[in-house]
């Protein structure tokens, strides 16, 4: 008989519905303190798996504590990760996520930046977002198995192609982020609750 994951404990990691002081807004600055790739691995741990230390998070990303603790300090400085003092001791330094989440402004002003240096950060950000959403999919697709019976029947991978305006686009889109954020006031801790990823993409594709 297989058993599901072990998760970290459940309280480690808030839930229910996102207030304004829950996301940081990125601006030019922040983002490129966040654009490296380990950077934003570091950040997606600690707000998917609650707090840690640079070491626990160095096992968990297969990379060197010294790089862990360097590029957390690097966060703290741009104010996207702080001290846990609940946890932390003289010895051993745990990290929290200072927010659930990011937001931009706009991501076309970043996208069309007039510094290249900022366009470039947009682009790493961006690209680490896709390969993260799909490392994700294809662990779920190679470890579903492990998961009770009711999980492996309660997900989904589906793909649309629809032809629309770039105005009927930016609606899906509203709708979309709308539904899912009105499940947030089911959120549970309960023992039959599980963190569940929903990932959505939106783009144009080529005709030929």
Not at 26 to 50: E, F, K, N, V, W
Not at 111 to 126: I, K, Q
Not at 157 to 171: G, I, V
């Amino acid at each position: 008989m297989t058993e599901k994951p072990k998760t970290q404990k459940k309280d480690a990691v808030p839930i229910g519905p996102l207030a304004e002081q829950d996301l940081v807004k990125l601006d030019a600055r922040s983002l490129r303190g966040l654009a490296h790739p380990l950077r934003i691995r570091l950040l997606t741990a600690l707000r998917d798996h609650g707090p840690a230390t640079a070491s626990h998070l160095a096992a968990r990303l297969g990379e060197s504590s010294g790089a862990t603790s360097y590029h957390l300090r690097q966060l703290a400085s741009f104010g996207l990760v702080e001290d846990d003092p609940g946890r932390g001791t003289a010895r051993e330094r745990w990290w929290k996520a200072a927010h659930r989440g990011q937001t931009f402004d706009s991501v076309e002003e970043f996208v069309r930046h007039p510094d290249p240096e900022v366009r470039e950060a947009m682009s790493t950000f961006l690209v680490e977002h896709a390969a993260s959403s799909a490392e994700q999919l294809a662990t779920w697709m190679g470890t579903m198995h492990q998961w009770p019976q009711q999980w492996q029947g309660a997900w989904d991978s589906s793909r649309f192609t629809l032809r629309l305006t770039p105005e009927d686009a930016r609606e899906l889109s509203t709708q979309v982020h709308a539904l899912v954020e009105s499940f947030r006031t089911r959120e549970t801790d309960g023992p039959e609750g599980e963190r569940v990823r929903v990932q959505f993409h939106e783009f144009p594709i080529a005709a030929d």
